[in-house]
């Protein structure tokens, strides 16, 4: 989700596209299992099970959308109707322990309100699961 807060800084920064065309969209489930396909980390035609995953929606107006997803081998951005076919398959295909809940929230609300201590991702000991970013934690005002 860092990743994503720092593509919408990015974009906001570049001021080639209106910030209010972006969505940073939310993917989990209740029982914190989403299957994704086309990720970095999948083999072969295997899909990725994240606890959750955080992309970026461009809804362009008159234009096609698109998905920027920083753990997809899938162009980036790629092409909305391309990633849903991809990446998302059907959740009628899927156990319904692995169905999919989406939150959309507005990137220039994201840039706001969003913050992240890193907490999620330590293990019970307080140790990293994985080296975290070099940048600061992000804060809001």
């Known amino acids: 989700e ?5 593509l919408c800084d990015y974009i906001r920064s570049q001021d ?6 972006f969505y940073a969209v939310f993917i989990s489930n209740d ?19 994240w ?8 809804v362009s107006s008159g234009e096609q959308n ?7 081998v899938l162009p980036f951005p790629c092409p909305f109707d391309v990633y849903s076919v991809e ?4 959740d009628d295909s899927l156990r ?9 929230i507005r990137a220039d609300l994201y ?7 890193r907490s999620h991702m330590k293990d019970a000991n307080g140790k990293w699961q994985k080296p975290p970013p070099s940048y600061p934690c992000i804060e809001t005002a």
Not at 96 to 104: D, S
């Open 2 to 6: 860092e990743n994503v807060w720092k």
């Open 16 to 21: 080639q596209y209106p910030l209010e065309e």
């Open 31 to 49: 029982r914190r299992m989403i299957p994704l396909w086309k990720q970095k980390s999948g083999r072969g035609d295997e899909p990725v099970v």
């Open 51 to 58: 606890d959750y995953h955080v992309i970026l929606l461009h």
């Open 66 to 72: 698109f998905i920027y997803d920083l753990d997809t």
């Open 87 to 90: 990446a998302f398959r059907l």
């Open 96 to 104: 319904p322990e692995f169905h999919r809940k989406i939150r959309m």
């Open 111 to 117: 840039l706001k309100t969003f913050a992240s201590d």
